[in-house]
């Protein structure tokens, strides 16, 4: 069997926030570095960004959002005028290689050369909507995925895990209306941005594919697995996606500055088991995880390391 792919462009680390941000360059090396100090990395297929087109990236954002983001970027903004992104210089690059990242991944595990693939990729992408980055994010990298296993590879069906500590409101606008998506969150709550209630559930033709599990600050094992089994595991049942995709947020990881939830690196490994089997029983065991948030560079380092080895492990 082919080897579980991984992609980790350093063309990412040229995304730079400033002295004091938590969404750092480190953040990449920390997780790179510990996957090899693991052997996971040389135990993986290694993978490279795929050049991202304009075609690509209109797949979930609007032509207007990104002129303005890449524009902005170009001359020299220090902030995205739509949210609270701090960008620099090489910020549009390393958003379009995170995404094009993003894009390959799909590529490959579709395409058989890996069972699953692990992204390490910023700026992270979940706040992203179709018309507006916020929260540190750019451009909406799982939304992107999605989007590209549907038009490129004829998928029907896709789910979209968000563990992250943050709702991930970017990618859930971006698929409210769109029953062939189905969007599961957990997340802190109240917390930033403020949105993910449970009775936000999707519209139209997706009403009843956005699933929200707010929780409370210092929620642990104990609250956040339920949500999983006996919410998210029925409908993915009854779903059946012919690819899970998960927005990897490590701050929902105890000891994180940006969050108040309890996970421990166990529980990553737990959940990414879980979602392996959905995967098993109904997508040929295609799963792509994407890097979303995690800010506690040492935990960032361990819970990525606990999640990939649970990956990859046959």
């Known amino acids: 069997m082919a080897a579980a792919a991984l992609i980790a462009d350093p063309v990412c680390k040229r995304h730079e926030t400033g002295r004091g941000h938590p969404e750092t360059s480190a953040r990449f090396d920390a997780v790179l570095t510990a996957l090899e100090t693991a052997g996971h990395a040389a135990a993986m297929t290694r993978l490279t960004p795929r050049a991202i087109t304009r075609d690509d990236l209109l797949l979930a954002h609007t032509r207007e959002y990104l002129a303005l983001a890449e524009g902005e970027i170009v001359s020299g903004e220090t902030q995205l005028s739509t949210g609270d992104t701090i960008v620099g210089a090489g910020s549009w690059e390393a958003a379009t290689v995170a995404a094009g990242s993003a894009l390959a991944a799909v590529d490959a595990v579709i ?67 769109d029953g062939t998506v189905l969007f599961f969150s957990t997340h802190q709550s109240p917390w930033y941005p403020g949105t993910g209630r449970e009775d936000e559930t999707g519209r139209g033709a997706g009403r009843g594919t956005t699933m929200n599990c707010p929780l409370p600050a210092g929620s642990d094992r104990e ?84 999640h990939v080895a649970a990956l990859i492990k046959s």
């Open 111 to 177: 395409g058989g050369k890996a069972p699953s693939a692990f992204c390490v990729v910023r700026p992270p992408g979940h706040h992203a909507s179709a018309a507006r980055g916020m929260g540190f994010c750019v451009l909406n990298n799982i939304a992107l995925a999605a989007r590209h296993a549907q038009r490129r590879h004829g998928l029907e069906r896709v789910l979209i895990v968000d563990w992250d500590v943050h709702h991930g409101n970017g990618t859930q606008d971006i698929f409210y209306e």
């Open 223 to 306: 609250e956040i697995f339920p949500a999983f089994e006996e919410k998210l595991l029925p409908v993915a049942e009854k779903f059946r996606p012919q690819l899970v995709l998960i927005s990897a947020g490590f701050d929902s990881r105890a000891g994180d500055p940006l969050g108040h939830f309890q996970l421990t690196d166990e529980d990553f490994a737990d959940l990414t088991r879980m979602l392996r089997g959905v995967a098993d029983r109904h997508s040929g065991g295609r799963v792509v995880s994407i890097l979303e948030g995690g800010y506690n560079l040492p935990g960032l380092a361990s819970a990525a390391v606990a």
